[in-house]
């Protein structure tokens, strides 16, 4: 069974842009996860996606969004972009949502580099 | 959710056996113990998971005591390639509001 997909796997951008990253879950996985990842905060939750519905959201301010499309293939956008936004951003699949002690799977990540 | 603390990081020779001892003491009745390892630039790694007494699988042991109040990861006969972080997490890891403390870093040497 593939694994979770991300693209691109790298990518530079300018500070003010705007960029938008792409995750393929595992085939039959319903939820998708984002998150931050830095060396100065650590992996940190951005939203969760099951079904095409965002079920919870982390403390990023509205420059983050993010959507799930009916093949649970799903997308998330950066606005405006500062330099703080430079991070690996990680994507994970899970067969379930919500509360509970469901393994996830998670992808290589999309390096993101805002100059 | 249950706050986890953990060593900040650990050194261990190849061929020895590396406990990491997890402290989660709010965890509440219906959480599990889930710990995951990160090599660098990668996504994190499912390694094992339990709720109570021991676990074992082809990679790793957790050993939980009854008061779950803490958890050990057992790493046996690490080698140079278990260089990594290993995250222990309590609560919900779905997806809801995962979090992820920071971690153990494990350096492991020749």
């Known amino acids: 069974k593939a694994g979770v997909t991300q693209t691109p796997r790298y990518l530079i951008k300018t500070r003010g842009q705007q960029v938008t990253l792409s995750c393929s879950p595992i085939?039959?996985?319903?939820?998708v996860s984002w998150y931050q990842q830095t060396p100065g905060q650590g992996l940190q939750f951005l939203f969760e996606?099951?079904?095409?519905?965002?079920?919870n959201k982390g403390n990023f301010p509205g420059r983050f969004s993010g959507r799930q499309f009916s093949n649970s293939r799903s997308e998330m956008n950066v606005s405006t972009l500062e330099l703080g936004d430079s991070a690996l951003y990680l994507c994970?699949?899970?067969?379930?949502?919500?509360?509970?002690?469901?393994?996830?799977?998670f992808g290589p990540g999309t390096r993101l580099t805002v100059t | 959710l249950a706050k986890t603390t953990q060593p900040i990081s650990m050194d261990s020779y190849e061929g020895q056996e590396v406990n990491i001892t997890c402290s989660h003491n709010?965890?509440?009745?219906?959480?599990?113990i889930t710990w995951y390892q990160q090599f660098p630039s990668q996504g994190p790694r499912f390694i094992i998971q339990?709720?109570?007494t021991k676990v074992t699988n082809e990679v790793a042991s957790l050993f939980i005591p009854a008061d779950r109040k803490s958890s050990t990861l057992s790493l046996p006969r690490v080698s140079l390639s278990d260089t990594a972080v290993y995250y222990c997490?309590?609560?919900?890891?779905?997806?809801?509001?995962?979090?992820f403390g920071a971690g153990t870093r494990l350096f492991v040497k020749a």
């Open positions: 994970a699949s899970s067969l379930n949502s919500g509360p509970g002690h469901y393994e996830q799977y």
């Open positions: 996606y099951f079904s095409e519905t965002q079920r």
């Open positions: 085939s039959g996985h319903r939820s």
């Open positions: 997490l309590v609560g919900a890891t779905g997806g809801f509001k995962t979090i």
């Open positions: 709010n965890i509440a009745t219906n959480d599990y």
């Open positions: 339990g709720y109570k």
